[in-house]
């Protein structure tokens, strides 16, 4: 079956990094997408993996792993406003992406 | 603001109620999204639009039904739910329907069937 595996909560104090990881079956693959959402509002997208190695952007980097059905989400520097659900999803088909449940990262002071 | 708006944000109706949800994209995207989320549980993609054709019905019960009259246009028509169907009902969009394309999400309509 097809499957993606992230944990459900995670904490982390601000100004620290954090790693989310994500596990995924797919039937193909199609890339690996991190979107963000923050309590009441919409996901907005956050990157889209399609070949092994770390995508850079800012203070987020997501890292993809093909052969190990794996990636992560790495943020950096740690703000308060980084609370929020992260989620992962895979593509694999041309229309439909395959999502987790999401991980709620909570930020301490 | 992502471009995507949906009306109405909250919407409570009995199981005997008819209902519809609207969304609009002002982004000129070709394909739209219909998708369901549920408290801790993964999003469900219902319904996928490529031109106003539908593309994709993961096997949703037909108290559900969609209607595309346009590009820019989405609509999920409501009638006869159970309450199990209360949920966060989200739009989105994208340039095309192809995998890697960014979908751009709506805010939702939070729908309580009583």
């Known amino acids: 079956g097809q499957n993606i595996d992230q944990p459900t909560e995670m904490t982390a104090t601000e100004g620290a990094i954090v790693q989310i990881n994500c596990t995924y079956q797919?039937?193909?693959?199609?890339?690996l997408f991190w979107y963000q959402q923050h309590a009441g509002e919409a996901p907005t997208f956050l990157s889209y993996?399609?070949l092994d190695g770390l995508e850079e952007k800012g203070r987020f980097s997501s890292f993809l792993s093909r052969s190990k059905g794996y990636s992560y989400l790495l943020l950096k520097e740690l703000q308060m406003k980084d609370s929020a659900s992260y989620l992962c999803?895979?593509?694999?088909?041309?229309?439909?992406?395959?999502w987790g449940a999401g991980t709620k990262l909570i930020i301490k002071p | 603001e992502t471009g995507v708006t949906q009306t109405p944000r909250h919407l409570v109706m009995g199981m005997t109620n008819k209902k519809s949800l609207k969304c609009e994209q002002h982004?000129?995207?070709?394909?739209m999204y219909w998708y369901k989320q549920s408290a801790k549980k993964p999003l469900e993609l219902m319904f996928v639009?490529?031109?106003?054709?539908?593309?994709e019905n993961n096997s949703v019960p037909s108290r559900f039904s969609p209607e595309c009259p346009n590009s820019s246009h989405l609509f999920l028509h409501l009638h006869t739910l159970q309450p199990e169907d209360s949920a966060l009902y989200l739009c989105?969009?994208?340039?095309?329907?192809?995998?890697?394309?960014?979908?751009?999400f709506g805010p939702g309509t939070r729908l309580t069937v009583l």
């Open positions: 639009y490529s031109l106003e054709e539908r593309v």
């Open positions: 797919t039937s193909g693959f199609n890339g």
């Open positions: 982004l000129g995207h070709n394909a």
């Open positions: 993996n399609v």
């Open positions: 999803a895979g593509g694999d088909s041309n229309y439909q992406l395959i």
């Open positions: 989105a969009s994208s340039q095309e329907v192809q995998i890697y394309n960014e979908q751009f």
